[in-house]
């Protein structure tokens, strides 16, 4: 499975970058409003952090607007990911991109069926929001397995990001069905190596090498 970070800050990309866990990087307009930076300059100071996708999402709702952002943010760097709402306007933007040669992840999916139109768009991605449906006391982890169903069924190549990620068990699960990809908080991404019988047996240890060491 491959983790994508799920942040625009550049002090949580290299951290996580230097544990050898970032696979890529999604952001959107909120976590680059965070920032307080410009959009573009921060989609680049990533692409030099990182080889691998970075997901910027275009802010217009037309399917003109969106291609012509779209263009202007693939050709800051060639890694570089155009994500695109899932409405028609989008489906019809990633249709033109994807003709272009320039890859999209379509964003904010909740059904199946709009992960199924998404691929037949030419989607390189789609990004199911797994956390924002167990809200609403769904199970968004069933929306993935529908999902990879779908596009095993029909040999699709696109790729699912499980997004909208809460906790560590989102991710566990998500890579016990196979999904391609998880963006996570970095938060979130930390907790993995956290077990407090790890640092129980740390602590024994430590404390068997000092007793051994005072007794000699």
Do not use: C
Not at 37 to 62: K, N, Q, T, W, Y
Not at 137 to 157: K, P
């Amino acid at each position: 499975m491959k983790f994508f970070l799920d942040t625009a800050n550049i002090d949580e990309i290299r951290a996580a970058n230097e544990m050898g866990m970032v696979d890529g990087v999604t952001t959107n307009p909120s976590l680059i409003a965070k920032e307080g930076r410009e959009f573009h300059e921060v989609i680049r100071e990533i692409a030099g952090l990182i080889e691998g996708p970075i997901s910027a999402e275009v802010i217009g709702l037309d399917t003109g607007s969106m291609v012509k952002e779209a263009r202007v943010l693939a050709a800051i760097h060639a890694n570089v990911v155009i994500k695109v709402p899932m409405t028609v306007d989008g489906l019809k933007a990633v249709r033109i991109l994807a003709g272009e040669g320039i890859r999209t992840n379509v964003t904010l999916i909740f059904s199946p069926l709009q992960a199924l139109m998404a691929a037949k768009a030419g989607a390189a991605y789609v990004s199911p929001f797994v956390g924002r449906l167990d809200d609403l006391s769904q199970e968004g982890l069933s929306l993935v397995e529908q999902v990879l169903r779908i596009y095993q069924n029909y040999d699709y190549q696109t790729e699912i990001i499980v997004a909208s990620v809460r906790h560590p068990l989102h991710v566990l699960e998500a890579a016990l069905m196979g999904a391609h990809i998880a963006t996570i908080p970095f938060s979130v991404l930390k907790r993995f190596a956290d077990h407090p019988m790890t640092e129980k047996g740390i602590a024994a240890f430590l404390a068997d090498w000092k007793k051994a060491n005072e007794t000699t």
